[in-house]
Antibody, heavy 125, light 105 residues
Framework: QVLLMHSGTEMKKPGASVKLSCKAS????????IYWVRQAPGQGLEWMGV????????SHAQKLQGRITMTRDRSTTTVSMELRNLRSEDTAVYFC??????????????????WGRGTTVTVSS | EVVLTQSPGTVSSSPGERVTFSCRAS??????LAWYQQKPSQAPTLLIY???NRATGIPDRFSGSGSGTDFTLTISRLEPEDFTVYYC????????FGQGTKLEI
């Protein structure tokens, strides 16, 4: 079955950057988008962004403009997400998830049918 | 930007009963809507996609309906494990989640 493995827990100070990774396995990496979704403590889900593993195209939520970068390494089937200039409000569990639809020219946006377990990022001075 | 509004914020019910959740979009989104269930300290689980298609392995007591701006998730016969939080998600020319509905006993 699809496996999405997160990197470990992170603790950062305000203003720092964090780079999370998500290693995908047991499916064709190039054929499905990877999304990043986060959840602050006690809060709902927040869609952050998407990357196409095949061509590298990305899209992200407007509120993260200028702070987020998503990349992929096809040789290791790993997707990474860097978030810069961290604030306390960035404290959350960060999930990667695989698209339910295949990569296509039609859209970057799909539902998510497989999820990683998430990784915790804590931002505190 | 599409905004999804879920209602109610919390709903109370009992095992064996039928419950419905609402998700309303700020503009027409055709059928580009999914529903997820999230249990405490777990990742979400896809229940419904394209508004009414049940995901693989999801029991048939879960069903989705709607198109345009108004969508509904129905659980026909509640099981004890169903009492948790449910989210809707739009995925059209962007993506966003509703704020969630908590189902409590």
């Amino acid at each position: 079955q699809v496996l999405l493995m997160h990197s470990g827990t992170e603790m950062k100070k305000p203003g720092a950057s964090v780079k999370l990774s998500c290693k995908a396995s047991k499916y064709s990496f190039n054929n499905y988008y990877i999304y990043w979704v986060r959840q602050a403590p006690g809060q709902g889900l927040e869609w952050m962004g998407v990357i196409s593993p095949s061509g590298g195209a990305t899209s992200h939520a407007q509120k993260l403009q200028g702070r987020i970068t998503m990349t992929r390494d096809r040789s290791t089937t790993t997707v990474s997400m860097e978030l810069r200039n961290l604030r306390s409000e960035d404290t959350a569990v960060y999930f990667c998830a695989r698209s339910g639809g295949s990569v296509s020219i039609a859209s970057l946006y799909y539902y998510m049918d497989d999820w990683g377990r998430g990784t915790t990022v804590t931002v505190s001075s | 930007e599409v905004v999804l509004t879920q209602s109610p914020g919390t709903v109370s019910s009992s095992p064996g009963e039928r419950v419905t959740f609402s998700c309303r979009a700020s503009q027409s989104i055709s059928s580009s809507l999914a529903w997820y269930q999230q249990k405490p300290s777990q990742a979400p689980t896809l229940l419904i996609y394209d508004a009414s298609n049940r995901a693989t392995g999801i029991p048939d007591r879960f069903s989705g309906s709607g198109s345009g701006t108004d969508f509904t998730l129905t659980i026909s016969r509640l099981e004890p494990e169903d009492f948790t939080v449910y989210y809707c998600q739009y995925y059209g020319d962007s993506s966003t989640f509703g704020q969630g509905t908590k189902l409590e006993i």
